[in-house]
């Protein structure tokens, strides 16, 4: 007896791996063939239940009003990344040129006062070492001035090749588009014909991943956006009041660095403060300093009231989760790793599947 649950074990262990081994295939390979598509529906499906709330109120059929609905979703959606999205590259170009002269100016006085400093330690301590010292710092500065030339020319390079593949993406936005609008007038129809290709097991999952995400993890998105939101007009005023120029486009960029473990807006506030701090702008480092811990505090007071119940993982699970996802499929990856991973849980606690024995809701 004993025997037989121990080979059942290692089947169902190889079945499972194998079926993760598939669905990694699938997932790094096949789907972005099928991304606009997924869009598409994924667009369309958030979108269904606002038009047949529209068609009752103005008495019309769905078809027309859901046309309509996307027609109208697209025009905002396009017109907001084209004024956004210009005014956001120019600025990012006038940053990246900006970044030499800005190490020039700002940067190597810094180390040279640090440095001057480390000379006369060390001619009080020993004489021979101040020239080393010297040619060191020397060495340095000129091999850090090689490296920010060549991040800077990397970045032109990048966004260049970013703006010669527009091509390729506008063809699959407008394939995305226009299949929005097929799958929109017919969306009973399709999802109807796809809802009989199922198998009834499989389809009892699928219901069940529509619970979920239907529910807690559009909680959970909408959620973080309201924080992010919150966030980004923390830094909008603090950047307005500190005289920083464009100050919206820079807490805009600034806030989405929120979103990012380990990162979040310290990674950007706390070295700017610093770097202030060294040049001797105090008011400037202490106003952005004043302005990092608003935003941590008000952060810390206001997450667990908008966001309440989590997706509910370990730490643990879910450091282990976005490692193995940033890993696999890049940012991507990095926040849908545990959101697919707590799904996972979420099947195995309500019996959808057996997988894994759990003592209580709790383990991870």
């Keep these: 007896m004993e025997q037989e649950k121990k080979k059942k074990v290692i089947v169902n262990s190889i079945y499972y791996a194998i079926l993760l081994f598939l669905a990694y295939l699938l997932l790094h390979y096949a789907?972005?063939?099928?991304?606009?598509?997924?869009?598409?529906?994924?667009?369309?499906?958030?979108?269904?239940?606002?038009?047949?709330f529209l068609a009752k109120k103005v008495h019309l059929s769905d078809k027309p009003v859901s046309v309509i609905v996307v027609a109208v979703f697209y025009i905002i959606v396009i017109s907001v990344t084209f004024l956004l999205g210009a005014k956001i590259v120019i600025v990012i170009k006038d940053i990246i040129f900006q970044i030499p002269d800005f190490f020039e100016n700002s940067i190597v006085p810094l180390f040279e006062s640090v440095f001057s400093r480390l000379e006369e330690?060390?001619?009080?301590?020993?004489?021979?070492?101040?020239?080393?010292?010297?040619?060191?710092?020397?060495?340095?500065?000129?091999?850090?001035?090689?490296?920010?030339?060549?991040?800077?020319?990397?970045?032109?390079?990048?966004?260049?090749?970013?703006?010669?593949?527009?091509?390729?993406?506008?063809?699959?936005?407008?394939?995305?588009?226009?299949?929005?609008?097929?799958?929109?007038?017919?969306?009973?129809?399709?999802?109807?014909?796809?809802?009989?290709?199922?198998?009834?097991?499989?389809?009892?999952?699928?219901?069940?991943?529509?619970?979920?995400?239907?529910?807690?993890?559009?909680?959970?998105?909408?959620?973080?956006?309201?924080?992010?939101?919150?966030?980004?007009?923390?830094?909008?005023?603090?950047?307005?009041?500190?005289?920083?120029?464009?100050?919206?486009?820079?807490?805009?960029?600034?806030?989405?660095?929120?979103?990012?473990?380990?990162?979040?807006?310290?990674?950007?506030?706390?070295?700017?403060?610093?770097?202030?701090?060294?040049?001797?702008?105090?008011?400037?480092?202490?106003?952005?300093?004043?302005?990092?811990?608003?935003?941590?505090?008000?952060?810390n007071i206001i997450e667990p009231r908008i966001v309440g119940k989590q997706i509910g993982l370990h730490p643990l699970a879910t450091l282990v989760s976005m490692f193995i996802g940033v890993r696999l499929f890049g940012v991507i990856g990095l926040f849908g790793f545990p959101v697919a991973l707590s799904f996972f849980m979420y099947l195995n606690r309500t019996g959808a599947i057996h997988i894994l024995s759990m003592e209580n809701d709790k383990d991870l």
């Design 121 to 299: 330690i060390a001619q009080r301590m020993d004489f021979q070492i101040t020239d080393s010292i010297a040619d060191g710092y020397a060495q340095w500065i000129q091999s850090v001035k090689e490296s920010i030339a060549g991040i800077s020319l990397d970045a032109v390079k990048y966004i260049s090749n970013r703006v010669w593949s527009f091509p390729a993406f506008f063809i699959k936005f407008m394939i995305m588009i226009i299949c929005s609008f097929f799958l929109a007038g017919d969306y009973v129809k399709v999802t109807g014909f796809i809802g009989r290709q199922i198998p009834p097991k499989a389809k009892s999952v699928l219901n069940q991943a529509k619970k979920y995400f239907s529910g807690t993890v559009v909680i959970y998105v909408r959620s973080y956006a309201l924080i992010l939101f919150i966030t980004f007009v923390e830094l909008s005023i603090g950047f307005t009041a500190l005289g920083i120029k464009n100050s919206l486009i820079v807490a805009g960029l600034v806030a989405l660095l929120d979103i990012l473990p380990i990162i979040g807006t310290g990674g950007i506030l706390v070295p700017w403060c610093i770097i202030e701090a060294f040049k001797g702008n105090y008011p400037m480092a202490v106003g952005l300093l004043v302005l990092y811990l608003v935003i941590t505090v008000v952060r």
């Design 31 to 52: 789907l972005p063939f099928f991304t606009p598509f997924i869009l598409a529906f994924i667009v369309v499906w958030i979108l269904r239940r606002p038009s047949v």
